[in-house]
């Protein structure tokens, strides 16, 4: 048997992504594979496909804004997700933690880390766009933060993550949460059901 490629390509600044974060082991264990994390960086990703973000897009429609909150309140309820808070400092810059993932693929501390920065930004309501509550929330999870922090700023790092952000749009990605089931792309956390049934069509 042979099963597909499965990538999640995701920016930290995104709460979809967390969403999908936080059910995505559920999604592995049903179908029996495992998913790729791609870190990307959402806002160079908005100015290669000309999009522009929920907030700003969204921001003379109240009924639409009021709509997507819904949605989010009937999505953490569905799964669960009680621990989810919206972050006071939204929108962040992300730069620095995305960086910071391509890192900690690098040293082999990348799940460990994900976890913590998703935790910080959309649960503990971090500042993640400050150098110093970064350093402080890697600590506490246990990770080498100065290795990562140094890390980070490697050119290669640096050019892996543009890379990913350039490749993304290539292949037709627009923003955050994106997965690609071989070929086939999705966008949304309101696509995890697709997304599942794809990776059952595509198990050989």
Same mark, same amino acid.
């Given at each position: 048997m042979t099963t597909p490629t499965v990538q999640f390509l995701f920016d930290f600044g995104s709460p979809n992504a967390y969403f999908c974060h936080k059910v995505l082991p559920a999604l592995q264990a049903r179908a029996g594979v495992k998913v790729d994390y791609v870190p990307i960086l959402l806002g160079? !990703? =908005?100015? !290669?496909?000309n999009n522009r973000s929920p907030v700003e897009s969204t921001a003379d429609i109240p009924?639409?804004?009021?709509? *997507?909150? @819904? +949605?989010? %309140? $009937? =999505?953490?309820? %569905?799964?669960? !997700?009680?621990?989810?808070?919206?972050? &006071? =400092? =939204? &929108?962040i810059n992300t730069l620095a933690i995305m960086r910071g993932a391509v #890192? #900690? /693929? $690098? @040293?082999?501390?990348? +799940?460990?880390?994900? *976890?913590?920065?998703?935790? #910080? @930004?959309? +649960?503990?309501g971090k500042n993640m766009g400050d150098p110093a509550v970064i350093q402080a929330v890697l600590q506490a999870a246990g990770l080498d933060a100065q290795a990562l922090l140094e890390k980070s700023v490697d050119p290669e790092v640096k050019a892996q993550l543009l890379t990913n952000t350039q490749q993304a749009h290539d $292949?037709?990605?627009?923003?955050? &949460?994106t997965f690609f089931v071989g070929p086939e792309m999705f966008f949304?956390? *309101? $696509? @995890?059901?697709?997304?599942? /049934? +794809?990776?059952?069509? /595509?198990?050989?």
């Open positions: 160079g !990703l =908005f100015k !290669l496909s009924n639409k804004r009021a709509y *997507d909150m @819904l +949605e989010i %309140q $009937r =999505f953490v309820k %569905q799964h669960g !997700l009680n621990q989810y808070s919206f972050n &006071p =400092f =939204f &929108p #890192a #900690a /693929q $690098r @040293l082999g501390c990348f +799940e460990t880390y994900v *976890d913590a920065v998703y935790a #910080a @930004l959309w +649960e503990q $292949r037709g990605a627009f923003g955050s &949460p949304g956390k *309101d $696509r @995890l059901t697709a997304v599942e /049934q +794809e990776i059952r069509r /595509q198990v050989r």
